[in-house]
């Protein structure tokens, strides 16, 4: 098994203005510690369960592009992007550029959206859920196509939703065939069909549910001709060591459960990142004792 860190808030002391050395800490620290990759969630508000919007909340891809300059191994992706935010030509050039900048260790985590709020109130497009499935098909479709070759399939794109003339892709991603990608949910008639289809990575919910949905994935990988095995089972979770590792042991607890289930990868808030110690700890009492889940 394997572990991500997943940063999804940054109310830390002393505010902004000691956010750079924070989260350059934070980095260099994970990846020290062993972890596989560093999520961001892809939010312009703090979502309602870490706060709700008033709480601060950074882009994320550029916090991203300054962990690839903080970090020299560690993956890099957002957990998940909403299709509806991006124009799909702009999100390939971006995750591109964090691909080329970083060494080839960007992901593209991307799914259909489920904040209505922060779409409103900031203007951005946010449209029915059926439509937004749509988008994020098409999203998926434009990004293979501007990651193909050596400078993208240059051939006009018609959707129903998007038109690129010449979706052109200079610098090209170094990550080969493409950056992978991760599509977040476990909607069973929607989501896991796309992932089938389209992904490297599934991004599902850590319930008792979880054997079942993956037996739904894999009904969906035969009916589209994919190896079931390619894909990257994986989920969203929270990491509390406690106070100096003393729940560590229920922590591993946890994770055996998730591996039962088949989840390969676990990305997770650790509780009090900002103060590097639980980041050691995990380093130290969990990530080790996981890896040959």
């Keep these: 098994m394997r572990l991500g860190l997943a940063i999804s808030s940054f109310d830390w002391e002393g505010g902004p203005t000691r956010y750079a050395e924070r989260l350059g800490a934070i980095g260099t620290a994970?990846?020290?510690?062993?972890?596989?990759?560093?999520?961001?969630?892809?939010?312009?508000?703090?979502?309602?369960?870490?706060?709700?919007?008033?709480?601060?909340?950074?882009?994320?891809?550029?916090?991203?592009?300054?962990?690839?300059?903080?970090t020299s191994r560690i993956k890099l992706m957002t957990l998940v992007t909403a299709a509806s935010y991006r124009h799909p030509g702009m999100l390939a050039k971006i995750v591109t550029t964090l691909d080329v900048l970083s060494g080839g260790r960007a992901w593209l985590g991307i799914g259909a959206g489920d904040d209505e709020a922060e779409a409103r109130g900031l203007g951005l497009p946010y449209p029915p859920l059926t439509e937004r499935f749509g988008l994020l098909e098409e999203s998926l479709q434009v990004c293979l196509r501007m990651w193909t070759g050596t400078q993208g399939d240059e051939r006009p794109f018609e959707g129903s939703s998007y038109r690129l003339e010449r979706p052109l892709n200079l610098p090209q991603s170094l990550s080969r065939p493409h950056p992978p990608i991760l599509i977040g949910g476990d909607g069973e008639r929607r989501t896991l069909p796309l992932v089938a289809r389209y992904a490297d990575a599934a991004g599902l919910r850590p319930t008792p549910e979880l054997p079942r949905k993956l037996d739904v994935l894999r009904r969906h990988c035969e009916t589209e001709g994919r190896d079931y095995t390619s894909i990257e089972k994986t989920c969203v979770f929270a990491f509390d060591v406690g106070p100096n590792g003393s729940r560590v042991d229920e922590l591993l607890g946890q994770l055996r459960w998730l591996a039962s289930m088949g989840i390969q990868t676990v990305i997770g808030r650790v509780t009090d990142v900002e103060r590097i110690e639980p980041l050691e700890v995990m380093g130290r009492d969990v990530i080790p004792a996981v890896a040959d889940l």
């Design 30 to 70: 994970a990846e020290d510690a062993g972890f596989d990759s560093i999520a961001l969630g892809d939010h312009l508000w703090l979502n309602p369960w870490m706060g709700g919007p008033e709480g601060s909340q950074l882009e994320a891809y550029t916090t991203l592009g300054f962990l690839a300059a903080k």
